[in-house]
Every structure is written in C-alpha cells, then in structure tokens.
C-alpha cells in the first residue's frame, strides 16, 4: 500500500531518445543537409570555368573576403563531423561490437575532429587574415 | 459473437514472393550506397580540400589558372569526376530521406523530390560537361590569367 505507481522510465510516444546517439543523429542531418547545398553552389561556381578566366576569377575572389573564410572554415568543420561520424555509423551497423562501443566512438569522433580543425584552422585562418 | 481464427491453425500460403514488398531491395541498396560512397568520399574529399586549402598558399592560391593547371592532368579529371557523382547521389539521397522523414502531405513530398532530383540531374550533367570540355587555355584571354603552360 506504500508503492506509488512509478512513472515509465522511457518518454511514451517517441522514439526520440537524447544523449549522445539522438544528438549525433541530429548533427549528421544537419551537416550533411548544409554540405549537399554548398555543393550544389560550389559546382556552379567552379562550372564558370568554361564562361571565361575572368568570370571564374571574379566569383572566386568573392569566397577570399574575411566573411567567407570563417563560412569555409564552419564548412570544413561540417564536412570533418560529417566524415568522422559516417565513419562511426558504418562500424555501429558493420562492427559486432558496434552498438555496444556508439558512445566511446562518438567521443573519439568528437576528438578527431579537434585535431584535424587543430591542424586547418591556424593555417587556414592565416591564409584568409594574414594578408596577402 | 465473432470467432478469432486459431493462431496456430495451417494457413493457405500466401501468393508470389513470401515478402510483402520489392521496395525494400531499392532501399538497401541505397542504405549500402551509402556507406560504400562515404568512405570513398572520406579520401576524396580530404584530398581535395587537403590540395586546395591547406597546401602551398591554401585559397589564396585558387583561380582560373590552378584549375586549369590541376584538370590538365586525367588524375585529378577521374578524381573530381568521381567526386561530383558520389557526393551528389549520396547527398541527393540523404535530402530524400529528410523530405520523406518531414514532409507529411503527399504532394509536398512530390513537389520537394522533384525538384531535388531535377537539381541533381542538371548539376551533375553540368559538372561532367564542365570536366570534360573545360578549355584550360582559351582564345582570347588576358595570358597572365591562364596557367603557364599555355602558348601565347
């Protein structure tokens, strides 16, 4: 008579579940939604190749501003995640241990993409800031 | 009173394939393209950036005449032909689960894949087009724009 009815341990009626495998999830469509639009950009940019030099010159002279070099490096970051944790996706359906280490190996993703922005952001920085 | 048929009594086999539906091949195979493409994107796409933004002068370094120079050879041709392909099927299908994921209403999922898949049709024939009759030394052109390997 002293037990009170416990509330269920899960969330009812989603499959939204938090923690690191939800918001991983989130953060790979994100990413992947932002990349697929640059590319479609980034293809029509470099297609002006074939209008002329100076056409191709112009457009890409607009990405060497200071504004556009942090967009690059917010790109560079998006694709780095995006690379490290397909990765990680691929061994959780691939990898009998997979499911099992998800957690560890988002970390690792998380670390590995600090050393790779660790590596490109200073020399990237001093390419766009460092005048030229 | 109605009468629930008996679980476990023998039931007539049902007609054709014993799964419900072919869809769900299509559907791992695009789940398999998936995770094949991205790995070969991880090198492709590294590289790339690796060779334009981090080496030498990184972006400073990018113009008409460093595309030029880098598609006169057939190994960065392959390269960003290969690149183009896989990142816009494995992109133009990850935006087709998002829209099926979202968007509730039939038409609007009709109207969102068709224009995605209209885009990634002309984008990918328009960068296969560019690859391959791009002109690294047009007629006409100021020479100090064009790499150094062309006559003037």
């Known amino acids: 008579m002293s037990t009170a009815p416990t509330a269920p341990a899960r969330p009812a009626g989603t499959l939204y579940r938090g923690r690191e495998g939800m918001w991983s999830w989130v953060a790979h469509r994100v ?17 002006l190749v074939r209008v002329s030099p100076e056409a191709y010159n112009d457009v890409i002279g607009t990405y060497k501003n200071p504004i556009m070099g942090l967009g ?7 694709i780095v995640f995006h690379a490290f944790n397909g990765l990680r996706i691929i061994l959780v359906d691939f990898w009998w241990q997979g499911t099992r280490y998800q957690r560890v190996m988002l970390w690792v993703v998380m670390g590995l993409v600090v050393v790779t922005m660790a590596g490109f952001l200073p020399r990237h920085l001093m390419n766009v800031f460092g005048g030229h | 009173m109605t009468t629930i048929a008996d679980p476990k009594a023998p039931r007539p086999s049902r007609p054709g394939p014993t799964r419900r539906s072919t869809h769900g091949n299509t559907e791992m195979v695009a789940w398999l393209f998936m995770r094949v493409s991205g790995v070969i994107l991880v090198v492709l796409i590294f590289g790339h950036l690796f060779v334009n933004l981090v080496q030498g002068e990184g972006i400073n370094a990018i ?11 057939p190994f960065w041709q392959v390269w960003d032909l290969l690149m183009l392909w896989l990142a816009m099927i494995h992109g133009a299908n990850g935006v087709r689960t998002i829209i099926s994921d979202y968007a509730e209403k039939d038409s609007t999922r009709i109207v969102l894949k068709s224009l995605l898949y209209v885009a990634t049709v002309v984008v990918i024939v328009l960068g296969t087009l560019v690859i391959f009759t791009f002109d690294p030394c047009p007629p006409n052109s100021p020479t100090d724009l064009l790499p150094s390997f062309c006559e003037r």
């Open chain 1, 31 to 47: 990413t992947g939604f932002a990349i697929f639009f640059f590319l479609l950009v980034h293809v029509l940019d470099t297609s």
């Open chain 1, 72 to 78: 690059e490096a917010g790109l560079v970051l998006a």
């Open chain 2, 63 to 73: 113009d008409f005449g460093f595309v030029a120079g880098k598609w006169a050879s």
